[in-house]
Structures are given as structure tokens and as C-alpha cells.
């Protein structure tokens, strides 16, 4: 919201430059963002009277003669919107237009021309302050502005323009006079003495002439408190006078016509939305109520709307004329043809207008004022300063005003002292109290212990005990009060086991050389479908997603890891080892949210040095990790075949930890990236098996057998059956079996592999003898043979 | 006398040039059996009465001076043999080192412990909740019905059924509220999401640490000086916080929060736009509407609360210029927060 220094100054004259007010403002709660300081680019450019105009013969250009006051100058144009009469800016030679052009003698076909006469843009004002027609060709002055005057004193370009960013329950301050009233607080507080507000905003002394017979009826109570309507005949719509003109400058309005500008100025300066409709399309009583279903209205802006039961209607006895506080219905709209007008200042709740203009996708000025709450009480005041610019724009002649009220009485709000003290952790004495409430204009009536108070109407903001406190805390600074610790039983504080679980997992992978990852939840279809995702039916999606990539929660870690693996090895990160521990989502008939841990793998562990020293990802690489993973926390874990789309067929594994699948790992499939390993594993599961206490396992003090094997079987055979043939024996003296050399070839037979083991065998009660380790591998043979059909070759 | 004097010259002279194969030459050269040294020994009989005493001395002196130098020669020679046999080890010591790439815990993981740590030394319980979260808990419980003016503040992802991902960690406020009977002393860390187009300072999902203290006698002046506490000790002993008017439904009064600027220590800079301060996020004391919601009696308790964004506290620790960077993912950034 852009607040005009010059308007607040003529509202409410003080003595604090813009910076200062600025500070003063923001500390107060209304946050000035920044000042623009604006100031006129043009020099010498007044205001002039066309005292004739005619077209120079065998040309498009017109000679004009304009009067400036001073004197008549000659000047040559090629606009076609004027005619004698109009007053224009005039540029006198020796003057600069906004853009710095010069302007001068000129010579036209033989015809002098000293001066030229200026459009909007040759001014320099923003397009948006003037109206559709005032774009094109010479701007044409209000007519009763007067001549010979500089152009910077008839539109007030020079100002210093507040950028105001407000806070939500700021109602009373998004407008002109609200942001007037809160200079005027802090005017009394840098005074010390009570608020005024009642120098803000003047009510002219209007006498009401005719009569006023429009019926006006409510059956939406709680919805429209109170709706007055007032008739003003015989207007005749016009352009605005020059003083509207200015105001509408100041309060960044575009003008349209006397009419629509007056209910605009109210509106910016006043807070308060006013409909005007014409009367004379008006039909018998006006009721404030609900739509029905089906009942529809083309409004102001030629859209035909669809109504539901959520907007609050202003009909008459044809049907809906306006969305109340919304927007006005085209048909009863003021025209430039309008002869008598319908003046509607009605006190709407926030709560029905925002419904309803939500429910119609339709946000207006109006519609958010009434949305952030009004003054509750100037519904009137804000007639009758309407109707009598009405009077002044329009020679209209305003009738006695209707009313019907359902205002209830607002309550006094108590606040206590020893509650303030309380709530503050510091006492303010009761004596400081009033006076800050007396600074914000509240009326009070002191109890001893505590105070009833009565804040001004438009204080939408205050209605409880702690309301009021927060205004002791804001008019004596929020910085004023004392920093104290915490008192009371002192306990110790702790994350939750599954927090502190989560913890140790991250260091766990961290310590493993795995970079903590972190992506967004959000993903579109064609991310999934590069993973090669398509379990679509269990999607949570969004209602209202920002795009469609991010129109569903993650089903899956894969999809968003495997987005950082590819977005690393296109900026040139060529060895990529990550994890992300996050929340991943899918719906049934409702929704889940689970914990997964995602893997990826790419590239080599080591940095190459020149040592030809190479550890690269891979298969086992990968599965190592995992191992190691479930080591860490005490889980059992096994491993089985199963295929996952995004996995290669021949290079995957199913993890399996208490008999159930709690993950699976490999390598990338085929149109993936390549040599990429990926694994996932189900957090929440983890959690659960984890077993948090480690328990010391003595170990032998004799010294180990050692004894190499070798087992020639056929090549299909996976190595897990070897071993699990091996320790299946359950030989207490054997304390590992180390694989170390897998060979195929001659002199083997085709088809036939030998697997080479390390065996290492020790007592807890003895050194064993060769004969006792003899008889363990003579079993161990039997069982290779009947196991896996392999054959034993001892070395 | 000059003979003594002449024949330490020449040692000298003998044991620059000899070479180490030679030096046992040397050694029974001059103290052999027959060496010079034992030629003076039997000289001293000639030398006269006087003298004898004094050049019996002098020729100790110079046996004595000779076999030392004769050992370190002879060491030195050893340990220029001992070096030339290890020579065919010598590497070039000057290449780098061999490096695993090691694991980078995440600067939001990170950030989150060090915010929890402080805050569990201070007597706070850590607490989760849902990313999916009901209207309920998210808003109503807040203080914020339906077509609140606040509500437009967080713009809000929804799903069916009038559930949403949460835009803030205050509804664990409420969870924890509803589990828990007073004094509470709570935070609450965690993921959250607004329908906030991306841009430096702003990104649809970011995450939140949410404060939550209630007893009897839990003040505006103890929120103070827990979150100044804070501040001193996650950005350093001279920070120091400022509160300004804010409005946020669940709590009243409601402050913004700020820190000194961590850059200029509130003299003013770039980083904080000449301000000298950096805005944190918002706190105040908890509402009566929301302690009602969860049957708690405000005239029995009272409490404060607060939300900061973590990553604007990582931003503003170590000076990351733009949100966006958090989810980006690019390992030159992640490998940085070791």
C-alpha cells in the first residue's frame, strides 16, 4: 500500500520528516518498507486556456492560440481531442518535458509555434492515475482549473510515498485517515497527552433535502448489521473537479467519473466502501439477504456470475442488483446518462464477505476492507461526506438518509492490573496504563483493580483482556521490557528415542562417507515415470499444487535422490555417494506418512592421487553398506532375490529383517544412469528391530588355526549356499569363513567354478590340534558334497 | 711441543680428504701400537725434568682429541650408509594425500541439533509431529478459523478431506498440549510447507523450530530472556534480540522477532540493509483461545511460543545467500558443512 506524505500532512499537520515517521510507524506495528521520493522531471510547464484552434490548410497539424495568463502564444499540434475551452499543460519554450527533451521555438511549414502542449506522458504521471481517455492525445484539465498556474501545483506530483506493509488485524489502518489517526498517536504520545481524532476527518454540516421512501429490509442479520441508504437526484455525471482531482492524485484513485470517484475517495481515504446504484433502475424495496441456488447477476465488470448460497445478496423486487460488498451488478450501475442515484454505506461482517467472495473467486477493494473488519460506526458519517461531494462534483441534491440497525452494543473489555503485571513478567503502574491507553484515544473507566475500557469503533483489533495488554506493550515498547530466565523446577530435557534414533542413523551413514541429502516432497508424473514409478493409484495429491511437477507428495525417496544424482553429475560432480532420511506419503482410504532412508551410489569412494589406488561403487559396495548398517543397529538382516522396476535384474537384492521385506538394493536399470546403486530401506521398520544395547562377547585367548580351501562346484550356484553349507554345520570352533579368490577356467571344466576360503578355527579352551581341525573340514566337505554337489580341494 | 701441535694439524688435514674405507687406516695410523701417538709416548723419557709433566698432558689431550674425532667421523659414515640403503624407498613426500570422500551430515540436520542441543539444556523436550496435518490442528486449534484474514499470511497446500500439509510446526503446540498437562517446556522441529513461489528468501517447503512453554507464571519478560539466551548462544555471546509489534492469531501480544546483525553487529551493513537487525520470526504469548482448545485454564496458566525458520538461522550462521541452495542438492554446497 503506497501512503502519500503530502495527504497525511494536510490530514493531520506535523513536524516529522518522512524517515521519521516512517520509524515511528514501524515501531508502532504499521511497517513502512521504504519511501519513494518523488519529484517532477518537467520545468515550466503551466496550465493554458485554448482560445482557438483551427487546422492549418493542406496539413493534419492545428494552429491554437493559448491563453497562459501572461500572454497568448501560438503553438502548433497534432492532436485531435481539443477544442477551445479545454484547459491543457502548456511546455514554454525553455521548458524540459519528463523525458528532458527541451522544448522551443519551432517552425512548421512557415508557421511559428512557441511552445507545446503536453499528454500525460510528456508529464511523466503513471498511466494508472489518469482515466482510459486521458492516455490518448493532450491531457484536458479539469475545467475549473485555473490558468497560468504551474502544472506541479494543480496535480501534486511532488510527494514521498510510504510503502506500508500491514499486518493482518491492521483494519484500522488501510486507509488514508486510519494511518492519519496512528500520526496522531504518536503525535500524542511524543506530547503526552490523550488522542484526537476528531480533527481527522470533519463532517461537513449538510442539510438532507427530499424525501427518501426507499424501503429497505434485512433478512441476513448477522451478515448486515446495518445498511443505510440515502437518494441524491438530479446529478449530472462529469468529470471530477480539480480538488477531487487531486485528492484522487494523492490517493493513487483513477478517476471515471464525479460519481464513482466520490464513493472511490471515500473508500481510500475513509475506509469505508459505498455502492452507488442508479435509482431509476431500481425496482420497490431493497433487501439485504442471501442467494439461492441458481440465481445469478452480470456485474460490473460484464461477468455473469453464477450465485451460491455463500453470497450476501442487495436485491430489489426484480432480483439481485449487487454481491454485497463485493461488486455491483451492470444493469443498475451508474452511466454517464444517470440522473438519480441509490447511495448504499452498509456495515457488512468480514466473515460473510470473505465466504462469499471466495466463493466466487472475486477479491475487490471493497471486499477485503469488509473482509479485514470496518469501523462499525461510520456508516453514516460516511453517507453524509459523500453525499455532500456529491452535492459539490455533481449539483445533486441529496435526500434525508434510511437506517436500519442490528448493531449491538460492544462490550466493554476488562483489563486488570495484576493480570498486565502477569502477563508481562513486569509491573506497570496503573497510572502508566491510562496513559498509554489514553495516547490510542481509549475511553476507561478506572475500578480500582482493574480498568473498563471503550476503544474507538474502528479498533476491530481490540476485544479481550490480552488485546488491551498488547497495546501497554506497544505504546511502551516492545524493547522496554526486561529479558528474564526462566524460573521453576528445574528438569532436563530430552528428544524422543525415535528422534535420537534418527540421529544415530545419520552418523552412522555419515561415518560410512554418505553426504546427507535433502530434497523437496513435492513431485510431478514424469519425475516418477523416469524412476519407472507407477504405482499412481496410492498418490497423495495436492488440491492446489503450484505446478505439475510438484502436484504429489513423494511416494518414494527414489524419485528426488536419483533428481540430485543427475543435477550433481551435470554440473561436473563425477563421485556421488548421498543419502536422505525423509517422510514419504501414500493414501488408502487415509493418508500415511513413513520414514524411508534412500542410498545412492555413483562414481568411486576414493579421490584419485596418482597411487592407482581405486575403490569404485558397486554392487558390493553397496551391499556392504547395508550390511554394515544393520550390524551397526543389532538387526538380523538376510537377503533374497526379487525384481523392482528401477532395478536391474541381475544386480538387486530384497533386504529382509524379521522375516519381513524391509528394503531392497542394486544397481540402476537399463535407460537410468549408469553405473548408479541404489538402495532403500524402511526407517519406521528399523526402528522397530533396532537393538539399542550392545553386550561385550568374549573372544579365545589361543591362538587360531588357519586352513585355505577350495570347492569346485557348478557355476550356478550362488555363494550364499556355499557358506550357508558351511556354517549350516554349526561348528563352534569355526569363527569365519573368508572368500578369498573366485575362479573359472582351465583346467576347470566348462561350466564349473572353484570358490577359494580362508577358514579360521579357534577353542575357548585349548589350541586345536591339526587332527581335531582335520575332522571339521572332513564335515565340512560332506556337507559341500550334499549341499551344492561341490567337491573339496585341500591345499 | 711443535711436534705435538704439527701432528694435530696434519690429523686434521688427513681426516677432511680420507676416504671412509680408509679411516681404519687412519685410526692405526695415528693410535695403532706403533701408531704416532704411541712414538710420543715413548719420547716422553727424552723430553727434559720440567717439561716431561706438561707434554705427557699434552699428548693425552691429542689421543684423546683424535679418537673422538675419529668416532663421529666414523658414525657419520654408518649413518650415510644406513640412508643409502633405505634410498630405494624414497617417495615424493610432497603429493597430496590419499583422500576418502568422506559423509557430510546435512546443513539442516546440522543446524536442527544444534538448535535442539540448546534448547534441551535448557530444560526443553523435543517433539514431532505429522507433515500431514488436519485444518484442525493446523488453524482452528490456532486461534484461526475458517476465513481468518490470517490465513491469507500462510498460503496452504491442501489435500481432500480438509486435511493440508502443514504450513507451520504449531500445530504440535496443540498435540503436545492435548497429551501433556503443565508446565510444559517444549520445541518442536520439522518440515514445513507454503504455496510460496521460490524466489532468495522464500521456497515452498522449509522447516520450522517451534517453542512452547506453559506454567503459572510464564511471562512476556521470560520469552525474552529465553530467546535472547538463545541467540547468544547459537550466534554468539554479543547478540542480542529485539521484539517489534507483529499479529499472528495464536498468541497476543505478539512480537517479530529479531537478532543483531551477525555481520555488523547491528552497526548496520549490506546483510541487514542498514538496520542493524535480522528478522528471525515471530513469537508472543500464548492466546486464551488456544489454551481454552485444549482445556487448559488460562486464568490457571499461561505460556509463550515462538516458530523460527531453520534455514534462515543457517542463512543469517553462515552467511548462505539464498534458500533455494537448501534443496538444490548440489554436493559443492552440502560438502562445505562438514
Known amino acids: 500500500m503506497l501512503i502519500s506524505m503530502k495527504l497525511i500532512k494536510e490530514t493531520i499537520p506535523n513536524n516529522y520528516s518522512a524517515s521519521q515517521l516512517a520509524e515511528k510507524l514501524t515501531s508502532l506495528g504499521i511497517e513502512v518498507e521504504g519511501i519513494r521520493k518523488i519529484k517532477h522531471n518537467f520545468k515550466h510547464i503551466t496550465t493554458g486556456k485554448i482560445e482557438n484552434i483551427e487546422l492549418i490548410h493542406d496539413t493534419k497539424l492545428f494552429k491554437s492560440i493559448i491563453n497562459t495568463g501572461k500572454e497568448k502564444l501560438q503553438i502548433i499540434t497534432a492532436a485531435t481531442n481539443l477544442k477551445t475551452g479545454n484547459i491543457i499543460p502548456v511546455a514554454l519554450p525553455g521548458s524540459k518535458i519528463a523525458n528532458g527533451t527541451a522544448v522551443g521555438k519551432k517552425n512548421f511549414k512557415g508557421v511559428d509555434s512557441h511552445g507545446m502542449l503536453c499528454s500525460v506522458s510528456e508529464l511523466g504521471i503513471e ?150 446504484f442508479d435509482f431509476d433502475r431500481l425496482n420497490g424495496k431493497i433487501i439485504v439477504r442471501t442467494a439461492k441456488v441458481g440465481e445469478k447477476l452480470t456485474t460490473l465488470d460484464g461477468v455473469e456470475r453464477k450465485l451460491n448460497n455463500h453470497n450476501l445478496l442487495i436485491s430489489d423486487d426484480s432480483g439481485p442488483i ?134 474507538p469503533s474502528f479498533r476491530q483489533d481490540i476485544n479481550i483482556e490480552e488485546d488491551l495488554i498488547e497495546e501497554v506493550v506497544r505504546m511502551k515498547g516492545y524493547n522496554e521490557f526486561k529479558e528474564k530466565m526462566l524460573e521453576g523446577k528445574i528438569k532436563s530435557g530430552s528428544r524422543t528415542e525415535f528422534e535420537d534414533f534418527l540421529l ?27 524412476v519407472k514409478f507407477s504405482d499412481a493409484e496410492e498418490l497423495v495429491e495436492l488440491v492446489n ?205 566348462n561350466q564349473k567354478k572353484s570358490l577359494a576360503y580362508s577358514l579360521e578355527f579357534s577353542s575357548f579352551d585349548k589350541t586345536l590340534t591339526g587332527e581335531e581341525v582335520d575332522k571339521f573340514i572332513n564335515e565340512i566337505e560332506l556337507s559341500i558334497k550334499e549341499k551344492v554337489q561341490g567337491e573339496l580341494r585341500k591345499k | 711441543m711443535q711436534e705435538i701441535e704439527k701432528i694435530k694439524k696434519r690429523f686434521e688435514d688427513e681426516i677432511l680428504t680420507v676416504m671412509a674405507s680408509e679411516i681404519k687406516e687412519l685410526e692405526i695410523k695415528y693410535l695403532g701400537r706403533k701408531g704416532m701417538i704411541a712414538v710420543f709416548f715413548q719420547e716422553i723419557k727424552n723430553v727434559p725434568e720440567g717439561k716431561k709433566r706438561k707434554f705427557g698432558q699434552d699428548v693425552n689431550e691429542l689421543k684423546a682429541y683424535i679418537e ?69 490442528y493446523n488453524f482452528e486449534a490456532l486461534n484461526i478459523p475458517e476465513y481468518h484474514p490470517a490465513r491469507d499470511m500462510q498460503d496452504t497446500f491442501y489435500l481432500a478431506q480438509k486435511m493440508l500439509l502443514r504450513t507451520q510446526t504449531s500445530p504440535i503446540q496443540i498435540r503436545t498440549m492435548e497429551t501433556y498437562k503443565p508446565p510444559i517446556r517444549m520445541i518442536a522441529t520439522g518440515r514445513c510447507f507454503r504455496r510460496d513461489a521460490a524466489d532468495s528468501s522464500h ?58 546483525c551477525v555481520m555488523c553487529g547491528g552497526k548496520g551493513c549490506p546483510v541487514c540493509k542498514y538496520s542493524g537487525w535480522l528478522e528471525m520470526g ?17 486464568e490457571e496458566y499461561q505460556g509463550f511460543a515462538f516458530g523460527w525458520g531453520i534455514e534462515r538461522i543457517a542463512m543469517v550462521k553462515y552467511e548462505i545467500p539464498d534458500i533455494r541452495m537448501f534443496y538444490q542438492n548440489d554436493l559443492r554446497f552440502l560438502r562445505q558443512f562438514k
Request: aromatic content about 10%; some cysteine.
Open chain 1, 127 to 276: 498511466n494508472d492515475l489518469v482515466s482510459n481517455e486521458e492516455k490518448e492525445g493532450i491531457f484536458l484539465l479539469p475545467t475549473d482549473t485555473p490558468i497560468g498556474v504551474p502544472f506541479e501545483n494543480v496535480l501534486p506530483v511532488d510527494d514521498e510515498l510510504f510503502e506500508v506493509s500491514l499486518l493482518p488485524d491492521r483494519a484500522d489502518a488501510f486507509y488514508l485517515a486510519g494511518i492519519a489517526r496512528w500520526v496522531e498517536i504518536i503525535m500524542a504520545r511524543d506530547e503526552n497527552r490523550p488522542a484526537n481524532f476528531s480533527k481527522i476527518g470533519q463532517l461537513p454540516d449538510i442539510q438532507a433535502f427530499g424525501k427518501n421512501d426507499v424501503e429497505i429490509e434485512i433478512s441476513s442479520k448477522d451478515m448486515c448489521p446495518f445498511y443505510s441508504g440515502r437518494i441524491i437526484r438530479n446529478i449530472y455525471v462529469k468529470k471530477s473537479s480539480l480538488n477531487l482531482r487531486q485528492k484522487l492524485f494523492l490517493l493513487k484513485i483513477r478517476p471515471i467519473n464525479n460519481i464513482v470517484d466520490v464513493t472511490n475517495y471515500i473508500m481510500k481515504f475513509y475506509g469505508q466502501p459505498l455502492h452507488a
Open chain 1, 322 to 455: 449487487a454481491i454485497a460488498g463485493v461488486m455491483g451488478g451492470e444493469e443498475t450501475a451508474v452511466t454517464e446518462t444517470t440522473k438519480n442515484i441509490f447511495l448504499e454505506s452498509a456495515y457488512f461482517s468480514g466473515q460473510a464477505i470473505a465466504k462469499s467472495s471466495r466463493s466466487l473467486g472475486l477479491i475487490t477493494d471493497a471486499s477485503t476492507l469488509y473482509e479485514k473488519g470496518i469501523d462499525y460506526k461510520f456508516q453514516s458519517s460516511a453517507s453524509k461526506l459523500a453525499a455532500n461531494l456529491m452535492k459539490a462534483e455533481a449539483n445533486g441534491s441529496p435526500s434525508e438518509e434510511r437506517t436500519v440497525s442490528y448493531i449491538l452494543k460492544k462490550q466493554q473489555v476488562k483489563v486488570r492490573y495484576d493480570r498486565i503485571n502477569s502477563i508481562l513478567g513486569e509491573e506497570v503502574s496503573p497510572s502508566d496504563v491510562k496513559k498509554y491507553f489514553d495516547f490510542e484515544g481509549f475511553k476507561y473507566v478506572d475500578q480500582g483493580d482493574k480498568l473498563l475500557v471503550n476503544a
Open chain 1, 504 to 530: 544415530r542413523l545419520k552418523d552412522k551413514l555419515v561415518a560410512l562417507g554418505l553426504v546427507e541429502v535433502n530434497t523437496v516432497s513435492l513431485v510431478g508424473i514424469p519425475l516418477l515415470q523416469s
Open chain 1, 545 to 749: 499444487p503450484l505446478s505439475e511437477e510438484m502436484k504429489y507428495l513423494r511416494p518414494t525417496l527414489l524419485a528426488t535422490v536419483y533428481e540430485v544424482l543427475e543435477r550433481n553429475i551435470n554440473v561436473g560432480v563425477e563421485d556421488i555417494a548421498i543419502f536422505e532420511i525423509g517422510k514419504i506419503f501414500h493414501k488408502t482410504n487415509k493418508y500415511f506418512e513413513k520414514t524411508q532412508l534412500g542410498i545412492m551410489l555413483h562414481g568411486k569412494r576414493v579421490e584419485e592421487n596418482g597411487l592407482k589406488v581405486s575403490l569404485k561403487y558397486d554392487f558390493f559396495y553397496l551391499k556392504g553398506l547395508v550390511e554394515e548398517i544393520f550390524e551397526g543397529l543389532n538387526i538380523a538382516v538376510n537377503f533374497s532375490q526379487k525384481e523392482y522396476p528401477a532395478l536391474h535384474p541381475f544386480q538387486v537384492e530384497e533386504i529382509i529383517a524379521d522375516g519381513k521385506e524391509i528394503g531392497c538394493f542394486g544397481r540402476l536399470n537399463k535407460d537410468l544412469e549408469k553405473n548408479s546403486y541404489y538402495a532403500s530401506i524402511g526407517v519406521d521398520e528399523l526402528y522397530k528391530l533396532y537393538v539399542k544395547k550392545i553386550k561385550f562377547i568374549p573372544y579365545s585367548i589361543y591362538p587360531p588355526v588357519k586352513r585355505d580351501i577350495a570347492i569346485v562346484l557348478n557355476g550356478e550356484v550362488p555363494e550364499q549356499s556355499v557358506r550357508e553349507a558351511i556354517f549350516g554345520l554349526r561348528i563352534r570352533e569355526l569363527k569365519s569363513a573368508t572368500l578369498f579368490d573366485v575362479y573359472k577356467g582351465a583346467p576347470l571344466p
Open chain 2, 68 to 136: 673422538e674425532i675419529i668416532k663421529a667421523r666414523l658414525e657419520e659414515i654408518k649413518s650415510q650408509e644406513n640412508l643409502k640403503s633405505l634410498e630405494k624407498d624414497k617417495i615424493d613426500v610432497t603429493m597430496t594425500g590419499l583422500r576418502l570422500s568422506n559423509g557430510a551430515p546435512n546443513i539442516i540436520t546440522q543446524t536442527i541439533r544444534e538448535v535442539e542441543d540448546i534448547f534441551v539444556s535448557m530444560g526443553f523436550d523435543v517433539m514431532t509431529g505429522p507433515e500431514i496435518e488436519s485444518d484442525y
Open chain 2, 203 to 260: 521456497f515452498p517447503i522449509f522447516h520450522q523450530i517451534e517453542g512452547l512453554v506453559v506454567d503459572k507464571k510464564v511471562s512476556f519478560a521470560n520469552l525474552k530472556g529465553t530467546l535472547s539466551e538463545f541467540a547468544k548462544r547459537m550466534f554468539g555471546k554479543n547478540s542480542r534480540i529485539r521484539f517489534s509489534p507483529s499479529y499472528f492469531p495464536f498468541v497476543e501480544p505478539g512480537a517479530e522477532t529479531a537478532i543483531s
Open chain 2, 282 to 298: 515471530g513469537s508472543g504469548m500464548v492466546h486464551p483461545n488456544v489454551l481454552r482448545n485444549v482445556s487448559i485454564e488460562p
